[in-house]
């Protein structure tokens, strides 16, 4: 059988097309009546989750992308501090840890003088930061600091019916970042609804162990680990055996996505505005 020049190439461009959208977090074929909730991509480790009635993010403003990372793009960030749909009623702003890569004091606190029915949950270095900033006084109210040590036990608070529940796991790179309060949220929205964010975390097993019984008293709908976890055993044992999420969406993945996990069939994020379908518990 002969093919001419037009339909070998029309075959190739679908082989490359079906190739590069293999492992895209997108998920509207997902049937309705079985979503929760939905994850929006912002940049590096910024997501956002829209419940039922709750809306939440993590880790939204900051400059620094130390010529790897994502950006938030200009156009999301005018809509999040405008409050233009979909960012608009934002309940919590949470805060992984104080990196430059993942917040700024500055860009916080402007957001929260804006915008006074939206509260704060961060570690106390992001709090204190912020907190030396002129006018910080009067947002005292919408902020919530978690001060953790290494091994404490788990930080809980119920705030506006959404139940937050925070651990304090090193930052990639232990024993080396032993002083950054980098702090892994479970978060409930609703009965339904239930996310894990990492931050960058280190991907060790003995910072995880300690708090088995806390991941394994809930399970989670969707974890979203720095894309790291994916590219060890130790951190793909920790996702499959400590997490007890259902699935797994990475974050913190550079512009220039690493080969292995571009040949891997991890779910990532990668490209600002991309959305993931959260699925029911």
């Known amino acids: 059988m002969k093919y001419n020049n037009k339909f070998i190439f029309a075959l190739l461009y679908l082989t490359c097309m079906l190739n590069v959208n293999a492992h ?10 079985q979503i929760s909730a939905k994850a929006t991509y912002l940049g590096n480790e910024a997501v956002m989750i829209q419940g039922a009635d709750k809306k ?66 961060a570690p106390q270095q992001a709090v204190d930061a912020m907190f030396k900033l002129k006018g910080s006084e009067k947002i005292k109210g919408q902020v919530k600091a978690i001060a953790l040590n290494y091994g404490d036990k788990v930080w809980q608070r119920n705030i506006d019916d959404i139940k937050i529940e925070a651990v304090r796991i ?14 892994v949220f479970r978060v409930s929205l609703d009965d339904k609804t239930r996310v894990i964010h990492m931050g960058d975390a280190d991907p060790d097993d003995a910072h995880f162990k300690p708090y088995k019984e806390h991941w394994q008293k809930k399970v989670t709908n969707t974890a979203f680990p720095p894309y790291w976890f994916f590219l060890s055993e130790q951190g793909n044992a920790i996702l499959q055996k400590r997490i007890n999420a259902k699935e797994h969406v990475g974050l913190h993945v550079p512009v220039k996505i690493p080969y292995q996990l571009q040949k891997s069939d991890k779910l990532y994020f990668y490209k600002p505005e991309q959305e993931h379908a959260i699925t029911q518990l």
């Open 24 to 33: 895209e977090v997108d998920s509207h074929h997902t049937a309705a009546h």
């Open 56 to 121: 939440i993010i993590f880790d939204p403003f900051f400059h620094n992308d130390y010529k790897t990372y994502q950006l938030v793009p200009q156009s999301i960030r005018n809509a999040i501090f405008n409050g233009d749909k979909p960012y608009d009623s934002i309940d919590i702003i949470f805060i992984s840890h104080a990196h430059g890569d993942h917040f700024s004091a500055q860009d916080m606190l402007h957001f929260l003088q804006k915008h006074r029915q939206t509260k704060m949950v």
């Open 170 to 183: 090193p930052h990639a790179g232990w024993p080396g970042r032993a002083n950054v309060e980098n702090i």
